[in-house]
């Protein structure tokens, strides 16, 4: 009789440990809490992660660089952040920068600095950098400007980078010529070396690139040694932190679903995976240790750039979504487009994530309408289609099926509890939940960490 895997363990499990061997921890270890995006970022991710990080041991960022952009508003304070994962606010946790990150070291001291000056102290002694994070230089930042010209030169459209160099930089991780910041740590010859030939690279292809190599290297040993003290071995401090002591521990997704390299409206994409999965290969997490995972979607939808947008509004009421909503984006100061909320995008992510639970964010925005409009389906020649495109061709052709919901008209900014929403708002909560099939944990209503319901 063969024996499956698990009766093996079984079995063994029965055995002595020889002699002088100890038996293997089969514990699982702490579960790790995940907050990702639902839909094309922007979603108000950082409120939810603040919400958490009020508890939370250790708050480590996976994926992306300094394009992401997370606001968050502490005792009438309000803080940017690009590359900080947004738990450096709690002076009790450890903030982490994990190797699926591609860190600009010039941004992340000048955002640190920035935010010093609005009250974040002590953030450097709270701050961990994964040794084996991949580093964006400015020449990546000046090759995805130059990407962008040529893009539209050439196909008369562009993709809407951020222009922070991310997608460069993980080119040259992808192509194995990137650097890492164990590299810059090491022997600075060797480091100085790999990086003169990875300038000539890019201007054997960008021949208007320039780069003062002598000048950025300087610089870069300059960081070095303000970095030195932050950096550890990312792998093997995440598995101390997950099978010691008790320790609650929280990733902060950048980006969002529909954003993600693999599963995104690709090519107007980010160049990381800002799916679940990008929390284990960004962190080298075992899959076994991703306990919760939030997804954060607005009661409307909104985008940054270009691409396909189903429930697109050009018109006054995607107008009064972007006046109301401040939509303009945190990185790049663009006016976000606007939309009714798709459920066909949430549930899509919900399908690659597994959510345990969904905020809700920016209800308040919707008080003054009408009425409200949901997508809830896709049709393509007049029929309803399963699945959510990855033609993008395909995608600009569907036909959204709404369902229309009379508006509340009611101002929801001070309610802290749902019973007092009113009751057209509870509807349209209620059926954003059933639809996607998992449960609405927080509804938010407004900027600061108070203004988010708590439903259980």
């Given at each position: 009789?063969?024996?499956?895997?698990?009766?093996?363990?079984?079995?063994?499990?029965?055995?002595?440990?020889?002699?002088?061997?100890?038996?293997?921890?089969?514990d699982a270890?702490?579960?790790?809490?995940?907050?990702?995006?639902?839909?094309?970022?922007?979603?108000?991710?950082?409120?939810?992660?603040?919400?958490?990080?009020?508890?939370?041991?250790i708050?480590?960022?996976?994926?992306?660089?300094?394009?992401?952009?997370?606001?968050?508003?502490?005792?009438?304070?309000?803080?940017?952040?690009?590359?900080?994962?947004?738990?450096?606010?709690?002076?009790?946790?450890?903030?982490?920068?994990?190797?699926?990150?591609?860190?600009?070291?010039?941004g992340?001291?000048?955002?640190?600095?920035?935010?010093?000056?609005?009250?974040?102290k002590?953030?450097?002694?709270?701050?961990?950098?994964?040794?084996?994070?991949?580093?964006?230089?400015?020449?990546?930042?000046?090759?995805?400007?130059?990407?962008?010209?040529?893009?539209?030169?050439?196909e008369?459209?562009?993709?809407?980078?951020?222009?922070?160099?991310i997608?460069?930089?993980?080119?040259?991780?992808?192509?194995?010529?990137?650097?890492?910041?164990?590299?810059l740590?090491?022997?600075?010859?060797?480091?100085s070396?790999?990086?003169?030939?990875?300038?000539?690279?890019?201007?054997?292809?960008?021949?208007?690139?320039?780069?003062?190599?002598?000048?950025?290297?300087?610089?870069?040993?300059?960081?070095?040694?303000?970095?030195?003290?932050?950096?550890?071995?990312?792998?093997?401090?995440?598995?101390?932190?997950?099978?010691?002591?008790?320790k609650?521990?929280?990733?902060?997704?950048?980006?969002?679903a529909?954003?993600?390299?693999?599963?995104?409206?690709?090519?107007?994409?980010?160049?990381?995976?800002?799916?679940?999965?990008?929390?284990?290969?960004?962190?080298?997490?075992?899959?076994?240790?991703?306990?919760?995972?939030?997804?954060?979607?607005?009661?409307?939808?909104?985008?940054?750039?270009?691409?396909?947008?189903?429930?697109?509004?050009?018109?006054a009421?995607?107008?009064?979504?972007?006046?109301?909503?401040?939509?303009?984006?945190?990185?790049?100061?663009?006016?976000?487009?606007?939309?009714?909320?798709?459920?066909?995008?949430?549930?899509?992510?919900?399908?690659?994530?597994?959510?345990?639970?969904?905020?809700?964010?920016?209800?308040?925005?919707?008080?003054?309408?009408?009425?409200?409009?949901?997508g809830?389906?896709?049709?393509?020649?007049?029929?309803?289609?399963?699945?959510?495109?990855?033609?993008?061709?395909?995608?600009?052709?569907?036909?959204?099926?709404?369902?229309?919901?009379?508006?509340?008209?009611?101002?929801?900014?001070?309610v802290?509890?749902?019973n007092?929403?009113?009751?057209?708002?509870?509807?349209?909560?209620?059926?954003?939940?059933?639809?996607?099939?998992?449960?609405?944990?927080?509804?938010?209503?407004?900027?600061?960490?108070?203004?988010?319901?708590?439903?259980?």
């Open positions: 009789m063969s024996l499956s895997w698990s009766a093996k363990e079984h079995k063994n499990a029965n055995q002595p440990a020889a002699a002088g061997q100890k038996r293997p921890r089969n270890g702490n579960k790790v809490t995940v907050v990702l995006g639902a839909q094309w970022g922007d979603e108000g991710k950082g409120k939810v992660v603040d919400l958490l990080a009020t508890e939370a041991d708050v480590c960022r996976c994926q992306g660089g300094n394009n992401a952009g997370h606001t968050v508003v502490v005792d009438g304070k309000e803080y940017d952040f690009h590359l900080l994962p947004s738990g450096i606010i709690n002076p009790k946790s450890i903030s982490l920068i994990g190797n699926g990150v591609v860190i600009h070291l010039p992340l001291f000048e955002e640190g600095d920035k935010n010093e000056k609005k009250g974040l002590g953030w450097e002694k709270r701050l961990i950098v994964s040794d084996r994070a991949h580093l964006v230089f400015d020449f990546h930042q000046v090759v995805d400007g130059l990407q962008e010209t040529e893009r539209q030169a050439q008369g459209k562009n993709i809407g980078t951020t222009k922070k160099g997608g460069p930089a993980y080119s040259s991780k992808a192509s194995r010529t990137g650097l890492r910041v164990c590299d740590l090491g022997d600075f010859k060797d480091f070396t790999r990086f003169k030939n990875l300038v000539h690279q890019y201007q054997s292809m960008y021949p208007s690139l320039t780069v003062d190599v002598e000048d950025q290297l300087k610089k870069l040993k300059e960081y070095a040694e303000r970095l030195r003290p932050m950096v550890r071995d990312g792998v093997y401090y995440m598995y101390e932190s997950l099978h010691g002591s008790a609650k521990i929280l990733v902060e997704g950048a980006n969002a529909l954003l993600d390299i693999d599963f995104g409206t690709y090519p107007f994409v980010t160049s990381s995976n800002c799916t679940v999965g990008g929390v284990c290969t960004g962190l080298g997490i075992p899959p076994l240790n991703i306990g919760d995972v939030f997804g954060v979607a607005k009661a409307y939808t909104t985008r940054v750039g270009i691409g396909a947008f189903p429930t697109e509004q050009l018109n009421v995607g107008e009064l979504l972007q006046t109301r909503g401040h939509e303009v984006g945190v990185t790049t100061g663009r006016k976000r487009r606007c939309g009714w909320l798709d459920l066909v995008i949430v549930r899509y992510a919900h399908m690659i994530n597994g959510f345990t639970a969904i905020a809700l964010t920016k209800l308040d925005i919707l008080d003054v309408l009408d009425e409200i409009k949901v809830v389906a896709y049709k393509l020649n007049g029929k309803r289609i399963p699945h959510f495109p990855a033609n993008m061709d395909i995608l600009h052709k569907v036909e959204v099926e709404y369902e229309t919901f009379p508006g509340w008209k009611t101002d929801t900014s001070a802290r509890k749902w007092d929403l009113p009751a057209k708002a509870q509807n349209y909560i209620r059926f954003i939940e059933n639809h996607i099939g998992v449960p609405i944990k927080w509804v938010g209503v407004g900027k600061s960490r108070e203004c988010m319901i708590q439903m259980f």
